[in-house]
Structure formats: structure tokens, C-alpha cells
């Protein structure tokens, strides 16, 4: 025997649609028919969409009103700007002496008389974006790099390379030099992006030759083998930079970088590895410690072995200042030099690169500045 399917029940919804469809259907027939009588029944609602009193719900009125707005003559739209080709226009434009162009602007002027009115706007628009190209690159063209600038820029750059906080020597530097740069009011304004381009380009070149200078010709060399002291060599390192003073926690620091350079194998030191590889051991060490109380013990580690080898020019009582002491500037280069993540995406490629400084040569010390 065949069981018979149920269908699901009609939800209000459908039921609301289907009443309302068969209202509609049962007065177009009594309209095309012209028997309707004032008191003719209409279709009756579902009860189901009545209200409490049996009477039809607020929602659910019973007569349809008559639009009247349905039937008044709808204003046409205003029809577009017709189209006109201005090719004889542009000829006689371009046939005029005074008034002539080169063969290239002559064929974009008929092209834009040919054009449609929304294409020429386009057109028009994309002239102006060149013009303004053309005008920055001439900007540029003539824009020289003030020397006050140059010497921020390299100021800047070796406070953030002599920074006891630093992550990493491997990384860009632009991005914080640039940050410097603006907070303390040393960047002109109103620069064109090309200008700014140069500006970054000379970041990056003039980090190269100091990272190469720390480690060659700023002494790091000379106090290997002339066994100075830790607090002579930061001494000398920052006699160039006023606004920067010695701490412990840069004596900690220069402790860890000279330890590298003479333990480090023959292949880490030469070339471009070197920065890398104090970055990989400053790394290495941060991420073995197990709490701040642990890194500052491995830190100390490194300064007393450093004083115990080399102690030519040690003073009596060295004179370290705290970092309430230090300049807004140098407080300002910690905090920005903490920030540098170690990002292999922002690496850069230079980063211990000869900038004009070879690591095979002899030089002799020089300023690190220059």
C-alpha cells in the first residue's frame, strides 16, 4: 500500500502571499467582468492573520488604496550632453601657427576631440597627473641635499648603531632614521617623493660605511690590539657625538660586540658577515635567557671578562650616567632602537657591505663622521 507524503506546512508568510495574489486575481476579474456590486464579498483573509476580535490585523488592511501618484505623467530625465566630435575644431587648432604642437600632442589632441565627453574627462584628469610627475622630477632635478641634513642624517645613524638596546645591526635602518628625523623637527618640510627618495638612499649608504667604521676604523681594531680599556673605547667612540654619553649598559654592550669580532671565525669577520653574526649571537643570547634577571648576569659576564683582558687607560672611578641624565636625544634613540625588529623582510643587504670602506685594506682610524 503507498504511504502518502505530506507536504510541510505553509508558513504565515506564504499564506500572506497567497491570499493577497488571489485578492488581486479575483478583482481584475471583476473589473474585466463590470458586475461588481458595491456589497460584493471580498476574498475573505486567513483567519490565522486576523487580529484578538476576529477582525482583520493592523498589519493586514483590507482595502488597497489607490495610488494616484501611479498615474501622473512622469517627467522625462534630463538627457546627457549629446555627443559632438571635435576633430575639425582641433585641426583648425593645430593648423594655426601660433598655436601649433609636436607630432605626439597633436595625435593625443585629435583623440581627445574624438573622444566621448566621459573619456575626455579621463584624459583631461590623466594630463594633469602628468604635468604634476613632470614638476616633481624637476623638483628633484634641482634639489640638493643640505649639508646639516647629511650631518643629522649620520649623527642619528651612529647614536642608533651605539645604542645598548638595539635588537639587531642586520636590519634597515631608513625607517627609524626617518622617525628621528621628523620627531625632532631635522627633516624639511614640503619635500617631494623623490627628494625623500634621495634621503633614503643617503640612510642607507651612510649606514653601510658606519657600520663598517664601528668596526674598523672606530677604534674597535685598535683597542683589540692595543689592549685599551672598555670605558677609553666608548670614550673615543662617542668624542665626536656631544649629545651622546657613556652608560654601563653601553660598556655591556661594546664588551659583547668585541668579544665577537676576536672569537668569531675568520669567515664571520671578514666581508659582509660580520653585523649578521652579532645580530645571530645577540639573538641566540636573548632567546636562551631565561628572564631579564638571567640576561643581565650573561650581559655581566661579557664586561667582566672584557676588563679582565684589556686595561690600558682604565680609569679610577669611571663616570656612567643614568638614563635620566642622558639628552632627550639619546633617550629618544634607545627607545626608538629597541623598536627595530629583527625582520628578515627589512633586511638590509648591505648591512656590513665596504660603503667605500674595504675590509681587506690597512686604514688608518678616521672620522667617523666624515
Not at 609636436?102 to 574627462?121: M, Q, T, W
Not at 645613524?157 to 635588537?167: E, G, K, Q, R, W
Not at 649571537?281 to 684589556?310: C, G, P, R, W
Request: glycine share 4%; proline share 7%.
Amino acid at each position: 500500500m503507498a504511504v502518502g507524503v505530506t507536504s510541510p506546512p505553509e508558513s504565515p508568510n506564504t499564506r500572506l502571499r497567497r491570499q493577497a495574489a488571489a485578492r488581486r486575481a479575483a478583482q481584475s476579474a471583476s473589473s474585466a467582468g463590470g458586475s461588481s456590486t458595491p456589497g460584493s464579498p471580498a476574498v475573505p483573509i486567513d483567519p490565522v492573520l486576523r487580529g484578538p476580535a476576529g477582525q482583520p490585523s493592523a498589519l493586514q488592511p483590507t482595502t488597497v488604496e489607490n495610488n494616484t501618484d501611479n498615474h501622473r505623467r512622469r517627467r522625462r530625465s534630463p538627457s546627457p550632453e549629446p555627443y559632438r566630435d571635435l576633430t575639425p575644431q582641433a585641426n583648425q587648432l593645430l593648423s594655426n601657427p601660433n598655436k601649433r604642437l609636436k607630432a605626439g600632442s597633436a595625435s593625443d589632441l585629435l583623440e581627445f576631440a574624438r573622444a566621448r565627453p566621459d573619456v575626455r574627462l579621463m584624459l583631461l584628469y590623466h594630463s594633469l597627473l602628468q604635468a604634476e610627475d613632470k614638476k616633481q622630477d624637476t623638483i628633484v632635478d634641482t634639489w640638493t641635499m643640505p649639508e646639516d641634513l647629511k650631518d643629522n642624517i649620520a649623527m642619528l645613524i651612529f647614536a642608533v648603531l651605539a645604542s645598548p638596546v638595539i635588537t639587531t645591526y642586520r636590519n634597515s635602518l631608513i625607517p627609524t632614521i626617518m622617525g628621528l628625523l621628523r620627531h625632532h623637527g631635522r627633516l624639511p618640510e614640503g619635500l617631494a617623493m623623490a627628494s625623500m627618495k634621495k634621503i633614503r638612499t643617503y640612510i642607507s649608504r651612510t649606514a653601510t660605511n658606519q657600520r663598517s667604521s664601528i668596526k674598523k676604523k672606530a677604534c674597535l681594531r685598535s683597542s683589540i690590539k692595543g689592549k685599551w680599556h672598555i670605558t677609553k673605547l666608548a670614550q673615543l667612540l662617542l668624542a665626536k657625538a656631544p649629545d651622546l654619553q657613556v652608560t654601563s649598559a653601553l660598556l655591556t654592550r661594546l664588551a659583547f660586540i668585541r668579544f665577537q669580532l676576536v672569537n668569531a671565525p675568520t669567515d664571520k669577520v671578514k666581508g659582509d658577515k660580520f653585523w649578521p653574526h652579532v645580530s645571530d649571537k645577540l639573538q641566540e643570547m636573548t632567546s636562551a635567557a631565561t628572564d631579564e634577571a638571567d640576561l643581565s648576569s650573561v650581559l655581566k659576564s661579557y664586561l667582566d671578562n672584557d676588563e679582565e683582558l684589556y686595561t690600558k687607560g682604565a680609569p679610577k672611578k669611571p663616570t656612567l650616567a643614568s638614563f635620566d641624565e642622558l639628552s632627550d636625544l639619546q633617550q629618544r634613540v634607545d627607545m626608538s632602537a629597541a623598536l627595530i625588529e629583527v625582520n628578515t623582510v627589512q633586511e638590509d643587504s648591505d648591512a656590513d657591505g665596504d660603503g667605500g670602506n674595504g675590509e681587506d685594506g690597512d686604514d688608518e682610524d678616521e672620522d667617523i663622521f666624515s
